[in-house]
């Protein structure tokens, strides 16, 4: 092993070890990456930082990420989340797991329009949570419904993820988009299962809502609440994928008018305040400041690694594997795994796939494909010990009579239904790559 080789290494070392104490993962990126690229080549080495920062700030598709964020940050701060929960509970009438497959279906919701997982959980962890238990629900179920639920933004378009992904893998954005329908509805599918099974053997873990709750709340007043309430945000996220997906606008253009429209559903609720647009801007300022820092640091440690010879490292070690590629692809599905217990998905995304990805792409493996699974997998991440954030994002808003433990037992079923999830996907290529051919991308 050569000297820049074993620096290569320490790189990656040093960055995780900061993590670990506590460092800022953009600072970490940073000073990892100039101080062994500087300790292998100089100064000489970061004469192309200049061009490949100017790559990412100049990136125009890169724009759409405010645009979704402020879309989001709208509706998950004008409240609609609560009107959506009572109309779809009430819905599921006298069927036991009632409350519980709403809860799937409005996470199905608010993860096509918000896409932030930490504040979808909270608002569901602060709307539901309290309710599904004075109904009797189990709490582990009721803990693991709703970090489950939670973290489907993470896989249902439109994504921050899989918006960063078509960057990385160099595939468009309506592709992506297109092949994480299907697999974010298999997800949605399982849990739907799930609640349904432990109803249907364990009544007492998720009982129906009482008919004097339902009689609460007449039928012709729901329909009308069903479609000012549910309607408009179901329009919008249709509307706004529809034009990715079928090519009448480019995700940026369809990220500006989805944030227009989420003003726009906001006004037509009686919900649009200045102080909401105030709140929504400045949220909006602070999530993509904290990702494009991310990203444009994260090419100093790129530029460092590669110049090390990272990639060969990287390369070498898949060939270790068994199995050719299928072998290198399962290392590769529980290597993310496991570092999905200790990083978010914005570091694995821009620093560990790009390592990975020259080998793939070498032996041709379908990139729509291989960033689905990806996607899949670091939604896992949101509920696997010990950086779990969804359960440390529940726990933060969850009544005093729930413990950790709790939230525990709640959330393992689920991981074990996203890792059948993955496996479906893997075993299935079709589920991600049926409908973009279909469309034609």
Same mark, same amino acid.
């Given at each position: 092993m050569s000297p820049n080789e074993i620096l290569a290494i320490l790189t990656v070392v040093s960055f995780f070890t900061m993590l670990m104490v506590g460092v800022p993962v953009?600072?970490? !990126?940073a000073v990892s990456g100039f101080v062994f690229g500087y300790i292998g080549f100089g100064p000489l080495l970061f004469n192309l930082l200049p061009a490949r920062i100017f790559g990412v700030v100049s990136n125009y598709t890169l724009l759409a990420i405010p645009l979704f964020v402020f879309m989001g940050v709208m509706l998950e701060k004008s409240k609609l989340a609560e009107e959506l929960l009572d109309v779809v509970g009430h819905l599921s009438g006298s069927?036991?797991?009632?409350m519980g497959i709403a809860i799937?279906?409005?996470?199905? !919701?608010?993860?096509?329009?918000?896409g932030i997982v930490g504040a979808t959980i909270v608002t569901l962890g602060l709307l539901t949570l309290p309710a599904l238990l004075r109904r009797g629900y189990d709490k582990g179920l009721a803990c693991g419904t709703i970090c489950a639920s939670g973290t489907l933004g993470q896989i249902i378009p439109p994504s921050l993820i899989l918006l960063l992904l078509a960057d990385i893998l160099g595939e468009s954005v309506g592709t992506m988009f297109a092949a994480a329908v299907f697999p974010g509805l298999i997800l949605a599918g /399982? &849990?739907? @299962? &799930?609640?349904?099974?432990t109803a249907y053997f364990r009544p007492s873990h998720a009982p129906a809502i009482s008919a004097e709750e339902r009689a609460?709340?007449?039928?012709?007043? @729901?329909?009308?609440? @069903?479609?000012?309430?549910? !309607?408009?945000?179901?329009? /919008?996220?249709?509307?706004?994928?529809?034009?990715i997906i079928g090519g009448v606008a480019a995700p940026t253009e369809a990220a500006s008018m989805g944030a227009l429209g989420a003003i726009l559903v906001c006004a037509v609720s009686g919900k649009l305040s200045y102080a909401l647009l105030r709140d929504a801007a400045r949220a909006s300022l602070s999530i993509s400041g904290m990702v494009f820092l991310i990203l444009i640091l994260s090419q100093v440690f790129g530029l460092a690694f590669r110049g090390l010879g990272g990639e060969k490292l990287v390369e070498h070690m898949f060939e270790w594997a068994p199995g050719g590629v299928t072998g290198s @692809?399962?290392?590769l599905m529980l290597l993310l795994f496991v570092l999905g217990c200790f990083l978010e998905w914005i570091e694995i995304s821009y620093i560990a796939v790009p390592l990975f990805l020259p080998y793939f792409i070498a032996q041709d493996v379908n990139l729509v494909w291989l960033g689905t699974l990806i996607c899949?997998?670091?939604q896992t991440s949101f509920l696997t010990p010990p950086f779990g954030w969804a359960r440390f994002f529940l726990k933060g808003v969850a009544p005093p009579g729930v413990t950790t433990g709790d939230i525990y037992r709640g959330v393992v079923p689920f991981v074990l239904l996203q890792m059948i999830g993955i496996a479906i996907v893997f075993l299935v290529p079709g589920t991600a790559t049926w409908l973009p051919a279909a469309i034609g991308w």
């Open positions: 953009a600072v970490g !990126l069927m036991r797991g009632g799937v279906l409005v996470g199905v !919701l608010m993860g096509a329009s918000t /399982l &849990y739907v @299962l &799930y609640i349904l099974a609460a709340l007449p039928r012709r007043q @729901l329909y009308a609440k @069903l479609f000012k309430v549910v !309607l408009p945000p179901l329009l /919008l996220v249709v509307a706004v994928l529809g034009a @692809l399962i290392f899949v997998n670091l």
